[in-house]
């Protein structure tokens, strides 16, 4: 069970895991080549906005630094002096509606005949123009008038809040007068054109980027003109921020504005909000214009989109993965319930039902196939069992039929008591397999003793039933006939009337006259006897013959020999030479000689035993294939009857 | 048991190879009969390799004989030596069947 | 940010002449003007008495900074109060002199540097050092790397910034030491002059403007700086002085204002975060440009100038050396013809410590 359910999560995870790795690859990089699009598009944005704005704002500070040269060059080129320099400075002041106040300050040196007041200077109140020239020479030590005069060029001053309200940013453009000596320029004072710079904070403020983005101004020295914290205006510098708010990358950022350089940065603010800032300088004054675009903001539709996009994707995977998972159990499910039926099946449990077949296909398919399986096994086993069982039947029965067939022959020993003349012994060891060797002995009249061993072709149960028919007719026959060739022919003549199988038997016919010692023998197919004679072994030599049954036509001779008193003749079937040792040696006849003439003058029965004991010593455990059949008869003679 | 089958002027040759005995023999018999059911025509075997045989064989070789004889045909034995020739002449059968010395000498023999 | 410049009093002095030639009705005006805060102050002051409280005016040296944080923090953490004192601190910076303050009587103490006092008292105006606030020199000069200047005599020939007034001695003095001669330029209260490269080497002071070049974005390491007093020129600055009259009525007052400034001054170095708080509210009120990190820089220098360096010095003392070393560049320069007596100077001699 635990096999299949993680079959079907390995693949429902794998699925999953690669598709949000595919989502997540897509997904990020589109986000990522948005935003590089958008911070690009950003950037040209802010470019065309910052300069735009500074293009403004410099048309304007330009046009007054132009209108402070030009009165400086007229100062320089024509005499003016006291009032005619007071009235150019009015008029000036008159055609210039952006510049608040306008005058000029010179050196005291005699050298350069300043002018009186030394400092005249306008500027307006409402529609007036108010002269106010000042007295006081403090001017030889403030910034409008040092710095152009030391720099020897136009100087635009650090703004500052004025004087009257404390709340209006000024600012002031000097503009250095010459005086040629002939052999150097000098600065003999300066044309001042103070700017209120109202217009331009409002323009500054007024400057819309997004929704929280936001623009400042800077001064020369990095000081707040404009910001939307009205706390930093002329408070704070853009160093001292850094400072205060420990942020090293400010303090670079701002040094690099004030050296009048343009770029386009991101930056964490001192709120910790990211953003991206284009930053310009303004030409003439060397203020920094920048302008600041929050990240978030700027990306929130590109974001939004992801997230969208994302959140779908997402839903997409939940939903992938749950279907794939069901389908994935779908299959498993039954591969699990197939399993656990099969090892039901496998412990016995042949009726275990397999589960119910629901689709066609492969696991309905492998379910069909195991209840095909089942059901053949079933019947398999079933047929097994039944053979099994009939062939343990019939082995028994074979064993039976055995047991009787061995009892058919004659067993009784000594079989004559009263009839000294010969001694008759025989035995017969059957084969595991039911075979169809058969002796037997009976008398024909008082005189005349038949006695034939016989080995039926063949072994099991056709060789067993050949073979008491073959019995009985030739103990029928012989009773009847009194002839050993007449008893074979008659007996083969009505066995082949009904041979379709051509079982035939070998038979070794013949009978004793008790009262001479004659024997008249006939043979069908059966190997020779061993007479044992004067201490001697040694094979009769004998007619082969045809075997019996399978011809009717045979014709089988008689022949003759006669025993002297202490002859045995050794009557035996081929298990006997036949018999096979482990190494698969034969006893063969050579043995079967050595031995009876070993035991030559051993009692029968003890001879029968002793050759038995060496055929089975001979064979040394290997299996019995054969019946072992002998028949050993000796003659005594007449004459044992009266001792 | 192998038996090798070949075919020489409208005769059949067996050559039997190894022992013909109660579990070869139903297979040679079946084999036979077979073979004379599809193309009855007479038959040689060549005894020559085969070592031993047994009752049940001899069996056999009656019902080749007697199968033989209902089609019309003739059934010769060729090369039948030691333990088997004895085995056939202790049962007689050298006497029923047709010996030869040979297969041509069998061949011969037919005609 | 720096002293007043002397021809600024100048002016002022001429501007307050000037006011006094108007007309007699506004005069008759003024006095009258004059008494009734005049009733009121006396009246305040008994009352202020009757509570236990001498109500006394202090005016800084410049605009509210954090160079003047004890005097506030003392005022604002009750400490005037604890010895018996209700302070007023007025506004310094443009357009007001302490000196002119406290001559007039305006104020009881002013924050004056040591050299004005030393001049005043040349001039006749003897005014009493009731505590040394700044115990060692804090004038430097700053240069620019970049323009050449790694040393005393790269100045040779150089623009050099000289603030008016005494406040350029120490300078005059550095210049002399090392032979230079230099193109002097009068420097105002801004260093713009120096940060657009008019002049080569600015006045500074080091609690001030040097902090002011870094935060208009210059670094550090991109200045040459000279502090005079590792060049052997040590003005003591900042202290807290009484004209000797005033001293002489009240002594026990004026010590007793003296101890609790020094309080003052200790407990905002005790807490930095509490006092800049107090000092950028002030700023604010005055209307003046007020940057956190510039008056945190300053109040940290003020640390370091202000509290004794080894136990060599003691805070709020005048050291001796000090003083007769400034005495001799003022006397050497013809500031003054005479150094006063340290302990008629500093009190001493009338206290008896």
């Known amino acids: ?643 | ?111 | 940010m720096p002293l007043v410049p002397s021809n600024f009093i100048i002016a002022n002095r001429h501007m307050r002449r000037r006011e006094h030639a108007i007309t007699g009705n506004r005069r008759l005006a003024m006095w009258i003007g004059l008494a009734v805060p005049l009733v009121l102050f006396w009246l305040c002051l008994a009352h202020a008495r009757a509570e236990g409280l001498a109500k006394v005016r202090l005016m800084p040296l410049w605009s509210p900074q954090a160079q003047f944080a004890g005097y506030y923090m003392a005022r604002e953490k009750g400490i005037y109060a604890r010895y018996g004192l209700d302070v007023d601190i007025l506004e310094g910076g443009p357009g007001r002199s302490p000196l002119q303050s406290l001559i007039s009587g305006e104020v009881d103490f002013a924050v004056l540097w040591l050299a004005t006092a030393l001049q005043q008292n040349d001039d006749g105006l003897k005014l009493v050092n009731l505590a040394q606030i700044i115990q060692r020199s804090s004038l430097m000069l700053v240069a620019k790397k970049a323009s050449g200047i790694a040393g005393p005599a790269d100045l040779q020939g150089r623009k050099v910034g000289l603030w008016a007034g005494e406040l350029s001695l120490p300078v005059l003095a550095f210049l002399e030491r090392y032979h230079l001669h230099v193109q002097r330029i009068s420097q105002a209260y801004t260093v713009n002059l120096f940060l657009r490269g008019g002049i080569d080497a600015a006045s500074a002071m080091w609690y001030n403007e040097y902090h002011t070049i870094l935060n208009a974005g210059i670094n550090p390491d991109e200045l040459q700086v000279f502090s005079l007093h590792e060049h052997g020129i040590s003005f003591p600055e900042d202290g807290l002085y009484a004209l000797e009259q005033g001293y002489r009525k009240d002594p026990a007052r004026a010590r007793a204002f003296a101890q609790a400034s020094l309080e003052g001054w200790r407990y905002a170095f005790a807490h930095p975060e509490e006092t800049l708080e107090v000092v950028l509210r002030r700023m604010r009120e005055a209307k003046v440009p007020a940057s956190r990190s510039h008056q945190q820089w300053m109040l940290a220098r003020m640390r370091d100038l202000i509290m004794p360096a080894d136990a060599t010095e003691t805070l709020g003392r005048l050291q001796l050396a000090g003083f007769q070393a400034a005495g001799t560049i003022l006397h050497n320069h013809g500031v003054i013809k005479d150094i006063p007596d340290y302990a008629t100077f500093t009190g001493d001699a009338d206290a008896g410590h």
């Open chain 1, 1 to 643: 069970m635990r096999a299949t359910k993680s079959i079907a999560r390995t693949f429902t995870l794998i699925v999953s895991v690669c598709t949000v790795l595919i989502f997540s690859v897509a997904i990020g990089s589109f986000y990522h080549r948005s935003r590089v699009a958008l911070e690009q598009e950003v950037a040209n944005n802010a470019a065309h906005l910052v300069l735009a704005s500074i293009n403004r704002v410099e048309t304007t500070l330009h046009a007054i630094g132009k209108v402070a040269e030009d009165t400086s060059r007229s100062l320089e080129i024509a005499g003016y002096h006291d009032q005619s320099l007071t009235t150019l400075l009015k008029e000036t002041l008159l055609d210039n509606r952006d510049i608040h106040g306008f005058g000029a300050a010179f050196d005291l040196n005699p050298a350069f005949n300043p002018p009186h007041p030394v400092v005249p200077y306008y500027f307006r109140q409402g529609e007036r123009l108010v002269f106010a020239p000042e007295g006081n020479f403090q001017h030889l030590s403030q910034d409008w008038y040092q710095i152009p005069k030391e720099l020897g060029q136009m100087a635009w001053s650090e703004p500052s809040f004025d004087k009257a309200s404390g709340t209006i940013l000024m600012t002031s453009c000097s503009v250095p007068i010459f005086s040629d000596n002939g052999r150097e320029k000098q600065v003999r004072g300066v044309v001042v054109a103070d700017v209120s710079l109202e217009w331009l904070t409002e323009l500054v403020a007024s400057i819309r980027v997004l929704d929280t983005g936001y623009s400042f101004l800077l001064s020369r020295n990095g000081t707040f003109l404009t910001h939307p914290d009205r706390d930093l205006i002329m408070n704070e510098t853009i160093f001292s921020l850094a400072e205060s708010r420990h942020k090293p990358d400010l303090r670079e950022i701002g040094r690099k504005m004030v050296l009048g350089e343009s770029g386009f940065v991101a930056y964490t603010n001192i709120h910790d909000v990211s953003t991206l800032m284009y930053y310009a300088p303004v030409p003439s004054t060397g203020w920094t214009l920048a302008v600041v675009f929050p990240e978030a903001e700027l990306y929130a539709d590109v974001r939004n989109l992801t997230l969208v996009v994302a959140g779908i994707a997402l839903a997409g995977i939940l939903l992938l993965t749950a279907a794939v998972y069901w389908v994935a159990r779908r299959v498993t499910a039954p591969l699990g319930a197939l399993a656990e039926a099969t090892e039901a099946i496998a412990s016995g449990h042949f009726d275990t039902e397999l589960p119910a077949v629901k689709s066609s296909d492969e696991v309905g398919k492998l379910t069909l196939a195991f209840t095909a399986m089942t059901g053949a096994l079933k019947k398999y086993i079933r047929n097994l069992t039944e053979t099994t069982a009939a062939k343990e039947r019939i082995q028994s029965e074979l064993k039976m039929a055995t047991d009787i067939q061995a009892s058919l022959l004659p067993q009784l020993f000594p079989a004559f008591p009263d009839r000294p003349e010969f001694d008759i012994h025989a035995a017969m060891d059957p084969a595991k397999e039911v075979g169809g060797d058969f002796y037997d002995f009976f008398f024909i009249d008082p005189t005349n003793l038949c006695f034939l061993m016989a080995d039926v072709a063949d072994k099991g149960v056709p060789a067993a039933l050949y073979m008491m028919v073959a019995k009985i007719l030739l103990k029928t026959e012989g009773q009847r006939l009194g002839e050993p060739e007449q008893i074979l022919s008659r007996v083969n003549e009505i066995l082949a009337a009904d041979n379709d199988s051509c079982m035939f038997t070998t038979v070794f016919c013949a009978i004793l006259n008790t009262e001479n010692g004659e024997v008249r023998f006939a043979n069908a197919g059966h190997n020779a006897p061993v007479l044992i004679s004067g201490g001697q072994a040694n094979f009769l030599s004998i007619r082969a013959g045809f075997v019996l049954g399978p011809i009717a036509e045979t014709v089988y001779t008689a022949e003759r020999i006669t025993l002297e008193p202490g002859d045995v003749l050794f009557l035996y079937t081929d298990g006997i030479t036949e018999a096979k040792s482990r190494s698969e040696e034969l006893y063969g006849e050579e043995r079967l000689l050595q031995t009876l003439q070993a035991a030559s003058r051993q009692e029968l029965a003890e001879m029968i035993r002793t050759v038995r004991a060496e055929v089975f010593r001979h064979a040394d455990g290997a299996p019995q294939s054969d019946d072992v059949t002998m028949l050993a008869i000796k003659y005594r003679g007449m004459a044992a009857r009266n001792p």
């Open chain 2, 1 to 111: 048991m192998d038996i090798q089958i070949a075919k020489e002027e409208k005769t059949h040759i067996l050559t039997l190879s190894g022992k013909l005995d109660g579990v070869t023999a139903p297979v040679y018999e079946q084999q036979v009969m077979a073979l004379l059911e599809a193309d009855p025509c007479s038959l040689i075997i060549d005894f020559a390799s085969l070592d031993y045989i047994s009752s049940a064989g001899l069996r056999a070789l009656l019902a080749t004989a007697k199968r033989i004889k209902l089609k019309g045909a003739q059934f010769h034995c060729a090369n039948v030596t030691g333990t088997v020739r004895e085995i056939f002449d202790i049962s007689g059968f050298s006497s029923i069947l047709r010996m030869h010395d040979s297969v041509a000498g069998a061949l011969a023999a037919i005609g």
